[in-house]
T-cell receptor
Framework: GDSVTQMEGPVTLSEEACLTINCTYTATGYPSLFWYVQYPGEGLQLLLKATKADDKGSNKGFEATYRKETTSFHLEKGSVQVSDSAVYFCALSSNTGNQFYFGTGTSLTVIP | DAGITQSPRHKVTETGTPVTLRCHQTENHRYMYWYRQDPGHGLRLIHYSYGVKDTDKGEVSDGYSVSRSKTEDFLLTLESATSSQTSVYFC???????????FGEGSRLTVL
C-alpha cells in the first residue's frame, strides 16, 4: 500500500543554518505530495505541495521537489529562523484521492 | 482557512465510559477525516467520510465509530473508552479543488 517515510528527529539547528528533512514515499500511480507544519498546541497547516513529477513547491523560504525517479520529496530551507521551530510532516495523497498518508513527523528546534 | 471547530478541546474520562468528539465545518467540504496523533506514530487515520451517511474505516478504526448526518458535522464515538485511546484527536476536511487538507485544533482526550 501507499506509505511515507520521513527522517527521524528531533533536529536541532542554530539560527541561519541550512535545513534538509528527508521524505521518501511508496505509491502506485501518481500521488500528490505535501509538507504540513504543526506549531506547538495547534493543528497541522499546509506548508507546500506538488502534484506531479518535477514540480517544486515553495512557501516561506521552504522548498521541496517531487522526484519520481528517487520517490522523494525532501524539504529544504537555506537559512532557518527560531520561528521555524515546529513539527514537520510529509504526506501523500493517494491516486484515488480518498486518503492521505502521513509520515511520523520530524521535530525541529532552532536555537538563537 | 477552513472553519473547523472541534469540541471538546480537552476531556478527561474514566475507562469504560462512552465519549463523543464533535467536528463542525463551515466550508461545505464533502470529505472529512478523524486522525489520532501519538508520539512516534505521527498521524493515523481512524475513519473518514465522503458524504452524508457515507463513511469508511481507516487504519486504526477498532474501538471507534463515526456518524455523519449532516455535511457540516462529523462525530467520533468511543463506545467504551480504554487507556490506549488516550491521544490527541484531529478532525480534517478536504478541499477537492486544491487537494488540501484543513485541520481543526485538536481534542486532547485522557482516559484514566
Amino acid at each position: 500500500g501507499d506509505s511515507v517515510t520521513q527522517m527521524e528527529g528531533p533536529v536541532t539547528l542554530s539560527e541561519e543554518a541550512c535545513l534538509t528533512i528527508n521524505c521518501t514515499y511508496t505509491a502506485t500511480g501518481y500521488p500528490s505530495l505535501f509538507w504540513y507544519v504543526q506549531y506547538p498546541g495547534e493543528g497541522l497547516q499546509l506548508l507546500l505541495k506538488a502534484t506531479k513529477a518535477d514540480d517544486k513547491g515553495s512557501n516561506k523560504g521552504f522548498e521541496a521537489t517531487y522526484r519520481k525517479e528517487t520517490t522523494s520529496f525532501h524539504l529544504e530551507k537555506g537559512s532557518v529562523q527560531v520561528s521555524d521551530s515546529a513539527v514537520y510532516f510529509c504526506a501523500l495523497s493517494s491516486n484515488t484521492g480518498n486518503q492521505f498518508y502521513f509520515g511520523t513527523g520530524t521535530s525541529l528546534t532552532v536555537i538563537p | 482557512d477552513a472553519g473547523i471547530t472541534q469540541s471538546p478541546r480537552h476531556k478527561v474520562t474514566e475507562t469504560g465510559t462512552p465519549v463523543t468528539l464533535r467536528c463542525h465545518q463551515t466550508e461545505n467540504h464533502r470529505y472529512m477525516y478523524w486522525y489520532r496523533q501519538d508520539p512516534g506514530h505521527g498521524l493515523r487515520l481512524i475513519h473518514y467520510s465522503y458524504g452524508v451517511k457515507d463513511t469508511d474505516k481507516g487504519e486504526v478504526s477498532d474501538g471507534y465509530s463515526v456518524s455523519r448526518s449532516k455535511t457540516e458535522d462529523f462525530l467520533l464515538t468511543l463506545e467504551s473508552a480504554t487507556s490506549s485511546q488516550t491521544s490527541v484527536y484531529f478532525c480534517a476536511t478536504r478541499d477537492l479543488n486544491t487537494g488540501e487538507l484543513f485541520f481543526g485544533e485538536g481534542s486532547r482526550l485522557t482516559v484514566l
